[in-house]
């Protein structure tokens, strides 16, 4: 049974970074799998994510330049590194896996809206 668990949240200045990593179990390789968040009063949006076929990485353009997606296969963990953390940055930030033929057709859209997400961790930027 796929479990997808976040960590890494927490509260952090303007200009800082974190990084949130996401453990999986139940895994299947021919899964997309990315990062969603929703901030307060808006809908969820797809950050970032990697295709099964090719591993090739998708980057929102809210966050490209900023935040990088890899992945540990050993250790059945995607990490996110955000870096130059900004207030608009501001969500809860979900851990998605979606079926490739999904993600090939919608891309992040589609992990936003047709995935399955983790519980999600709160990342908070302010001063």
């Given at each position: 049974?796929?479990?997808?668990?976040?960590?890494?949240?927490?509260?952090?200045?303007?200009?800082?970074?974190l990084r949130l990593a996401c453990t999986v179990s139940g895994?299947?390789?021919?899964?997309?799998?990315?990062?969603?968040?929703?901030?307060?009063?808006?809908?969820?949006?797809?950050?970032?994510?990697?295709?099964?076929?090719?591993?090739?990485?998708?980057?929102?353009?809210?966050?490209?330049?900023?935040?990088?997606?890899?992945?540990?296969?050993?250790?059945?963990?995607?990490?996110?590194?955000?870096?130059?953390?900004?207030?608009d940055d501001t969500a809860v930030y979900y851990c998605a896996?979606?079926?490739?033929?999904?993600?090939?057709?919608?891309?992040?859209?589609?992990?936003?809206?047709?995935?399955?997400?983790?519980?999600?961790?709160?990342?908070?930027v302010s001063s």
């Amino acid at each position: 049974q796929l479990r997808l668990v976040e960590s890494g949240g927490g509260l952090v200045q303007p200009g800082q970074s974190l990084r949130l990593a996401c453990t999986v179990s139940g895994f299947a390789l021919d899964y997309a799998i990315g990062w969603v968040r929703r901030a307060p009063g808006k809908e969820r949006e797809g950050i970032s994510g990697i295709d099964a076929r090719d591993g090739s990485l998708l980057y929102s353009d809210s966050v490209k330049g900023r935040f990088t997606i890899s992945r540990d296969n050993a250790k059945n963990i995607v990490y996110l590194q955000m870096n130059s953390l900004n207030p608009d940055d501001t969500a809860v930030y979900y851990c998605a896996i979606g079926a490739q033929s999904m993600y090939a057709k919608f891309g992040l859209r589609g992990l936003a809206n047709f995935g399955s997400w983790g519980r999600g961790t709160q990342v908070t930027v302010s001063s």
